[in-house]
T-cell receptor
Framework: DGGITQSPKYLFRKEGQNVTLSCEQNLNHDAMYWYRQDPGQGLRLIYYSQIVNDFQKGDIAEGYSVSREKKESFPLTVTSAQKNPTAFYLC??????????FGPGTRLLVL | GESVGLHLPTLSVQEGDNSIINCAYSNSASDYFIWYKQESGKGPQFIIDIRSNMDKRQGQRVTVLLNKTVKHLSLQIAATQPGDSAVYFCAEFLDTGRRALTFGSGTRLQVQP
């Protein structure tokens, strides 16, 4: 897991609720990423940020939002617009956008 | 922890045997490839990488082979151990625009003692 932390490990969301997943890195990496992982599938890119105060949509951005106010932090908000949020969420960082290093993940469950 | 890939293709090997995990990548212009190992309930862990100007790269007990002609990548694990049991993903990187990895769907390796 290196210097990437994600919290909480488990998160429960009620219907209609927005929830925020935390991702912090102390590796001084410029780029950060959020992925969603469902059983039987690989990782799908939600959002990514290559520099502070800038971020881009990935392949499945609908129903999610992010911010990148600090180099170390890249929080992901799962909004009520995301109708199927149950998944394992992985945050990663990279010094130059190639090799990515992952955090331990957050498992989001819907009540 | 909860299994990550319930419907993944599975490779079952005996402890001590060599394992070969295959991956077909999608973009012939991809110029960098990585293999990751993911244990149940954990984040992926970097194993080995290779650039498109290479055919083979070796690490400790692992070798990655790249065949650009057929867009195929393989991971060979020598003397497989029970601790190697995990899901293995290949990822490709294209150095244009998005500069992000695209992941394959993964293969589950089960090592029988």
């Amino acid at each position: 897991d290196g210097g990437i932390t994600q919290s909480p490990k488990y998160l429960f969301r009620k219907e209609g609720q927005n929830v925020t997943l935390s991702c912090e890195q102390n590796l001084n990496h410029d780029a950060m990423y959020w992925y969603r992982q469902d059983p039987g599938q690989g990782l799908r890119l939600i959002y990514y940020s290559q520099i502070v105060n800038d971020f881009q949509k990935g392949d499945i951005a609908e129903g999610y939002s992010v911010s990148r106010e600090k180099k170390e932090s890249f929080p992901l908000t799962v909004t009520s617009a995301q109708k199927n949020p149950t998944a394992f969420y992985l945050c990663a960082s990279s010094p130059m956008g190639e090799t990515q290093y992952f955090g331990p993940g957050t498992r989001l469950l819907v009540l | 922890g909860e299994s990550v890939g319930l419907h993944l293709p599975t490779l079952s090997v005996q402890e001590g045997d060599n394992s070969i995990i295959n991956c077909a990548y999608s973009n012939s212009a991809s110029d960098y490839f990585i293999w990751y190992k993911q244990e149940s309930g954990k984040g992926p862990q970097f194993i080995i990488d290779i650039r498109s100007n290479m055919d083979k790269r070796q690490g400790q007990r692992v070798t990655v082979l790249l065949n650009k002609t057929v867009k195929h990548l393989s991971l060979q694990i020598a003397a497989t151990q029970p601790g190697d049991s995990a899901v293995y993903f290949c990822a490709e990187f294209l150095d244009t625009g998005r500069r992000a990895l695209t992941f394959g769907s993964g293969t589950r390796l089960q090592v029988q003692p």
